[in-house]
């Protein structure tokens, strides 16, 4: 029978009767295991069921409270916070209903009451009370029956798991529970320690004591702990140098070894023989925050009056920020490069890899911003250059150019967390219709289809707003048209896109014409009051007479050349797509998308070497890596109508390695190229002139 162990130290089996789950619950009919100790969230008799994140989630949160009526409104604030979505109560009710289809036969355990939901949990199901049951057994037991207190103590680790919970950690709401978790852990780890000792096994503690310093570098309880097993397992050289490593790591951070941990190395080097540890050593006393908060008030005293204030209007920031990003928000303190470094290097700010942006850790930003509270003059100060900001990084580009070119999404990306702070600091001031054009301008049409849950958990409320210009609400609402489409929900997209059109009110605005574009495209005509003879009409109008023109005759060309592509005239496609290239050469979105429509329409036509030369023209370039698996899956589709299926299958793998480690934005390309190769046969003809447009594609591939 297998040991039960703890990071590799093994003590006696767990109990495990006929039927038992692994922490000795029964698992049997109408019996379930539920976890929120480790990542399989629930486990049945068929094995692990598997969630959704949200799913997940909502699950872990009525465990945490098991059979407790847990009201909607709790729900939906620890999921989102502060800023829930309009849609949030129907979403838990999705959310509750899909759980309910993941559990089978043991749906009935979620249980709906009124405002809420309640989840029934037996006695023995849930690991969190099996692990504290079985550590308060072996607390009991230990010094007094230590084979019992083996057994506990191996069916309490058997419960709790060597690793936290990631969902838990990730879960908004529950961090109290997830380190309430962790502390049991150690007290575990605490019981099996002393259990081991008593029992003359100290050289079966290392590993797990190493294993325990490296989760937890800060804990000198576990580095006593493990100094002690090292001498006693006759290693006192490695004892000492455990005292050096954590000497070292507490010096990272300010601090210097207690008095309990210098009199065991000195105990060491005088051959002594240490004594054990006490037992309250190892418990997190939430140590690594304790001595964090310790180490920042200790850094905090000893810094200048100006540097403590250019921190505190620095905690204005999140997500980073630039040089000239400081300078525009802290005017006043001269953050100059210098001075940021001179706070890198008293490791109270970090630096990206490539010098260009700062952070802020967050246990220091909590003591700068409870600084800047004491001031909230300057709170607001700082919020609004904050905003002013923001919407400075957006005025170098049309509305219409943030669909259309490259360049506006690395440099607005890095800002999205500033953009969360501007954002709610004009909601907060009730200016609406600034919050509006400022959120239009960030997202534009690319980083709406990037982020759209972002963008549409702050535009969809403004789109009814009596108190926001129609112009405005006309732009949200053509943000809210991409974003809807991006999460696949083509009804509001086309809703969207309509309220836009008549919003405008008969006038020309920059992105207009995108809308007018997408809706012809939808394949949602018969619901729309426009034939796509009349949206292209409206496109174009509007692409002449706005102001970008260039850019918007290119969004009119690509998206003719869509349709005449689903309506097989490729002629008419080919010169719509190249016309989009000659009006807009920037790299970006808009290009890409008319070339790949140039060189998928040339391959419909039999047009194979063209349609290479085509999607060889937009090798993506250097920081670009997530349109690799785009420009492979076209590759693949295009060598699949040559005739190529073995250059066309190694292209397709090629774009399925690459998304393991990039941003698909081409998954439909994907899902078509397996759909091809499924179904085209191989070309086994003696057609000399296939063979010669098999050679060409082979050369191209």
């Not at 619950?25 to 959704?52: F, I, M, N, Q, Y």
């Not at 800060?218 to 493990?226: Q, V, Y």
């Not at 953050?335 to 470094?341: F, G, R, Y």
Request: charged fraction near 25%; hydrophobic fraction near 40%.
């Amino acid at each position: 029978m297998p040991l039960a162990s703890l990071n590799g130290v093994q003590v006696a089996p767990p109990a495990s009767p006929d039927g038992a789950g692994e922490w000795g619950a029964r698992v049997g009919d109408g019996h379930v295991a539920w976890r929120v100790l480790r990542a399989e969230s629930v486990v049945t008799t068929d094995g692990p069921v598997v969630l959704t994140r949200r799913c997940r989630e909502v699950l872990l949160l009525l465990l945490l409270q098991p059979n407790e009526q847990i009201p909607t409104d709790r729900l939906v604030d620890r999921l989102w916070g502060e800023r829930p979505p309009s849609t949030a109560h129907n979403s838990i009710a999705r959310f509750v209903a899909d759980l309910r289809r993941a559990l089978g036969r043991h749906r009935g355990r979620i249980v709906t009451g009124h405002g809420g939901y309640r989840i029934e949990v037996h006695d023995g199901e849930l690991d969190w009370d099996v692990a504290r049951a079985a550590l308060t057994e072996a607390r009991l037991a230990a010094g007094t029956d230590d084979d019992r207190c083996a057994e506990a103590i191996a069916r309490a680790m058997a419960a709790a798991g060597t690793e936290p919970n990631p969902w838990l950690l990730d879960l908004p709401g529950a961090a109290t529970a997830a380190r309430l978790h962790e502390e049991h852990r150690l007290e575990m780890l605490q019981v099996l320690v002393d259990l081991q000792h008593r029992r003359g096994r100290a050289r079966e503690l290392v590993d797990v004591l190493e294993r325990a310093v490296h989760l937890h570098p800060f804990n000198e309880g576990l580095w006593a702990h493990l100094m002690v097993a090292l001498e006693r397992s006759g290693r006192p050289a490695e004892a000492l140098r455990a005292y050096q490593r954590m000497r070292a790591r507490l010096a990272d951070i300010g601090l210097v070894p207690g008095d309990h941990t210098t009199r065991l190395d000195a105990e060491i080097v005088a051959g002594l023989g240490p004594r054990a540890p006490e037992a309250s050593n190892t418990r997190p006393s939430t140590a690594r925050e304790q001595m964090l908060a310790t180490t920042v008030e200790w850094s905090w005293a000893r810094l200048s009056q100006s540097q403590q204030l250019l921190l505190a209007r620095l905690s204005v920031f999140q997500g980073g920020w630039t040089a000239e990003a400081a300078e525009a928000v802290c005017r006043g303190r001269e953050p100059t490069v210098a001075a940021l470094d001179d706070l890198v290097d008293r490791f109270l700010l970090t630096r990206s890899p490539d010098g260009r942006r700062y952070d802020m850790p967050d246990a220091v930003r909590q003591r700068a911003a409870a600084c800047l509270a004491v001031t909230p003059d300057d709170v607001r100060a700082r919020r609004e250059r904050v905003v002013d900001w923001v919407r400075q990084s957006t005025e170098p580009w049309a509305v219409a150019d943030l669909h259309a070119c490259d360049e506006p999404n690395a440099a607005l990306m890095a800002e999205s967390g500033n953009l969360e702070v501007a954002l709610a600091h004009l909601r907060t001031t009730r200016r609406h219709e600034a919050l509006v054009w400022l959120a239009v301008r960030y997202f534009g049409m690319l980083l709406a289809c990037a982020m759209p849950d972002v963008a549409i958990e702050w535009l969809e409320p403004t789109t009814s707003s009596s108190g926001i210009s129609t112009e405005a609400r006309s732009a949200a609402a053509a943000v809210l048209m991409h974003s809807y489409r991006a999460v696949g929900d083509d009804q509001r997209a086309a809703c969207s896109g309509l309220a836009s059109l008549e919003l405008a009110e008969g006038r020309s605005h920059d992105w207009l014409t995108s809308v007018a574009g997408v809706l012809s495209v939808s394949g949602l005509e018969q619901s729309l009051p426009y034939s796509v003879e009349e949206l292209q009409a409206i496109s174009l109008h509007h692409a002449t007479n706005s102001p970008s023109t260039a850019t918007n005759l290119a969004t009119d060309s690509l998206h003719r050349g869509q349709v005449d592509l689903a309506r097989h005239d490729y002629e008419s496609a080919i010169g719509h797509f190249r016309a989009a290239q000659h009006h807009n050469p920037r790299l970006g979105p808009l290009r890409r998308q008319s070339e790949i429509g140039e060189a998928l329409t040339l391959c419909h036509a039999g047009r194979h070497a063209e349609a290479l030369t085509a999607v060889n023209r937009w090798t993506p370039k250097p920081g670009h890596d997530h349109l690799h698996p785009s420009r492979e899956a076209i590759l693949a589709i295009v060598l699949a109508h040559a005739g190529n299926l073995d250059h066309a299958k190694t292209a397709l793998a090629k774009a399925v390695l690459r998304t393991t480690t990039a941003r698909v934005d081409g998954a439909r390309d994907l899902e078509l190229a397996f759909t091809m190769l499924n179904t085209l046969p191989p070309r086994t003809d003696g057609d000399p002139d296939r063979r010669s447009r098999d050679q060409s594609a082979t050369d191209h591939g």
